[in-house]
């Protein structure tokens, strides 16, 4: 036995499939709920759920495309087709770094809109207990 593990190539494509599919069921339950809020004509709703399409898909793909080069190579590596020792270290030190710059600029849109309303609601309820308690020091 050579120690190789004829089903090895199948548990990346596993992760795949799940992420893939994982991505899917995202898109599909935000249009669900867009349809059930009645807001399938609304113009924005559509536009909202387009753009997480969008950044669903780019995460995926680039996920994708920065992981199945480290798969190849660790495929042909295992198989005895290539010494994979020295792509490794090529591929840690440049493609996966890649990947992890790449995220948070897709992350980032929604970031910044979710700090940015949790910012907008919590200064507007500030706004609301100084106005309160601006009225009660001034009727006392």
Not at 28 to 36: F, G, I, L, M, V
Not at 98 to 118: G, V
């Amino acid at each position: 036995s050579s120690g190789i593990n004829a089903e090895w190539p199948l548990r990346p494509g596993i992760c795949f499939v799940v992420i893939l599919f994982s991505a899917i069921v995202i898109c599909q339950k935000s249009r669900r709920s867009t349809s059930k809020a009645g807001q399938t004509t609304n113009k924005v709703a559509r536009k909202r759920n387009r753009n997480l399409e969008l950044r669903i898909l780019a995460i995926v793909v680039t996920d994708f495309l920065c992981w199945v080069p480290f798969i190849i190579i660790c495929y042909l590596h295992n198989q005895g087709i290539v010494d994979g020792s020295t792509w490794y270290q090529a591929l840690a030190l440049v493609v996966l770094p890649i990947n992890s710059l790449i995220n948070p600029m897709i992350y980032d849109r929604t970031i910044t809109r979710f700090c940015k309303r949790r910012l907008n609601s919590w200064t507007s309820q500030a706004a609301v207990v100084h106005e309160n308690i601006v009225a009660t020091s001034q009727a006392a």
